[in-house]
């Protein structure tokens, strides 16, 4: 089991970095340092899938491996699960009908309909994997549109999602706000709020980012424990990285 899982069971924030290079020797420098999980970013980053075996192989064991998939596609969920994914974050999950079939993906019948073909996910090899293999699968729903919030609750209630995943700028746009991801504008604050506390009514992982540029607010102050930081366009030695913090709340 990765340390993470510890400590999300004791409500502690973890640390997650966006990974948006296809090198697998950046992967590999940066899950040497002090992150809990790192995300390969096939959605905005220059990740394809066919980058992400050998950025799979690459990091180091004790970090959580996810991916950011580019849709809700069930065939690519598979295949990055088959290769080592553990956590899937999907993005524009505007209504339960879809975080159902993301969710279904990441899960072998009778939970859901995922395909059998673990190539890495069980190596080494046992004998209890149908058994146990769902006990560190994540799925994290990505709320970004008004839609989305308009069936906040009903995709809360999505059977085996594990938690709620903030995408602050589309979110901004879609709302029709004046300025992208504006943690400091008390109506964009009051909708994050209201995802907050529907992840919590339903007992779910929270994910929201803390954007760290003058004048940002830390969304943590407004009983966010789970956010990561964005620092756009940064050095490629940086991995193209992107801090996200975690706790079960």
């Known amino acids: 089991m990765y340390p993470i899982f510890e400590k999300w069971k004791n409500n502690q924030p973890t640390v997650n970095v966006f990974l948006r290079i296809n090198n ?80 279904n993906a990441c899960f072998y019948p009778p939970v859901g309909s995922r395909s059998y073909g673990p190539l890495r996910a069980n190596l080494p090899a046992r004998s209890t994997y149908l058994q146990d293999y769902k006990d560190d699968i994540i799925t ?20 085996n999602l594990s938690g709620l995943y903030v995408g602050p700028y589309d979110l901004s746009i879609s709302l029709g706000m004046s300025k992208l991801a504006d943690f400091s504008d008390a109506s964009f604050m009051e909708h994050i709020k209201r995802i907050l506390a529907v992840s919590k009514k339903h007992k779910l992982l929270t994910c929201n980012p803390v954007l ?35 706790s079960k709340i």
């Open 24 to 103: 697998s020797y950046v992967a590999e420098l940066v899950t040497q340092l002090d992150f809990d999980a790192v995300t390969l970013d096939l959605q905005h980053g220059l990740i394809e899938l066919e980058h992400s075996l050998p950025m799979l192989q690459a990091m180091n064991k004790n970090k959580f491996p996810m991916v950011r998939i580019a849709a809700n596609d069930p065939a690519a969920i598979m295949k990055l699960l088959d290769i080592g994914a553990k956590g899937i974050i999907c993005p524009l999950i505007n209504t339960r009908a879809e975080a159902e079939k993301f969710v």
């Open 212 to 246: 760290q540029r003058s004048g940002g607010v830390d969304a943590r102050q407004h009983g966010l424990q789970h956010g990561n930081t964005s620092r756009r366009k940064r050095h490629a030695g940086s991995g193209g990285k992107r801090e996200t913090r975690k």
């Open 140 to 159: 994290f729903a990505q709320i970004e549109t008004k839609e989305s919030l308009d069936n906040l609750e009903e995709i809360a209630t999505t059977k």
